[in-house]
């Protein structure tokens, strides 16, 4: 999907910076973006949203470029992983699929800002519809968010992630829309095919058997 989405954008146009995990793949990315328009202005720089210190490296050499950025898509994300915490303390799902995102945007607000218009977009998903993250008494267990090895379980940390999105999406488009930013959240579609899977065996069967009833590119 983050392929598919900068290449898209590149191809029509925009001037386009990958945030890759990897920085081999991120420039197999460029390249083969490259291949299909030699014009196209994309590059690729290397973001772990797994480590807060490489989201606040990243934001640093993004704006060290003094570009405008009229639009973030926040789209990593991993799902069906085991139980892990990444360097920060936290459990890896909940930094990866929201925590390391919001991190982003807030050290990159005063560049949207300044850049308006402009939009977020999160990547959400339906999921976020089968989960909850308050206590019996209707209060934020924030517990539940990053939970201990006893108490996880991937498809509900996948799930909490993702509806932590659409609220994260809902509140900053409230306070960032009179500044001419505005925040979206999106679901790309169910079962459409990816790479998402490939944490388990169980998940890739699953999407494999799947794949003759998705979407794909």
Same mark, same amino acid.
């Given at each position: 999907l983050g392929f598919e989405t900068a290449k898209?954008?590149? $191809?029509?146009?925009?001037?386009? !910076?990958?945030?890759?995990?990897?920085?081999?793949?991120?420039?197999?990315a460029v390249q083969r973006i490259l291949g299909e328009w030699h014009k196209a202005k994309v590059e690729a720089m290397t973001?772990?949203?797994?480590?807060?210190?490489?989201?606040?490296? =990243?934001?640093?050499? =993004?704006k060290s470029k003094n570009l405008r950025l009229h639009?973030? !898509?926040? #789209?990593?994300?991993?799902?069906?992983a085991p139980w892990s915490l990444t360097e920060d303390g936290l459990e890896t799902t909940f930094q990866v699929n929201h925590l390391?995102?919001?991190? $982003?945007?807030? +050290?990159l607000e005063d560049v949207l800002c300044r850049s308006s218009p402009a939009r977020v977009v999160v990547v959400s998903s339906e999921s976020h519809r089968f989960t909850e !993250?308050?206590?019996?008494?209707g209060k934020l267990d924030f517990s539940l968010l990053s939970p201990s090895?006893?108490?996880?379980?991937?498809? +509900?940390?996948? #799930?909490?992630?993702? +509806?932590? #999105? !659409?609220? =994260?999406s809902n509140e900053l488009n409230r306070r960032l829309s009179p500044h001419g930013v505005t925040s979206n959240s999106v679901h790309p579609g169910n079962m459409i095919y990816s790479s998402i899977?490939? #944490?388990?065996w169980v998940y890739t069967l699953l999407y494999t058997l799947a794949r003759p009833f998705t979407k794909s590119m």
């Open positions: 898209s954008l590149a $191809l029509h146009g925009a001037c386009v !910076i990958l945030a890759c995990r990897n920085p081999s793949r991120g420039n197999d973001l772990d949203l797994a480590s807060l210190q490489s989201v606040q490296d =990243f934001a640093e050499a =993004f639009m973030l !898509i926040c #789209n990593a994300a991993m799902f069906g390391g995102h919001f991190y $982003l945007v807030q +050290l !993250i308050k206590d019996s008494s090895k006893n108490e996880y379980w991937a498809m +509900l940390a996948y #799930n909490r992630s993702k +509806l932590c #999105n !659409i609220l =994260f899977h490939r #944490n388990w």
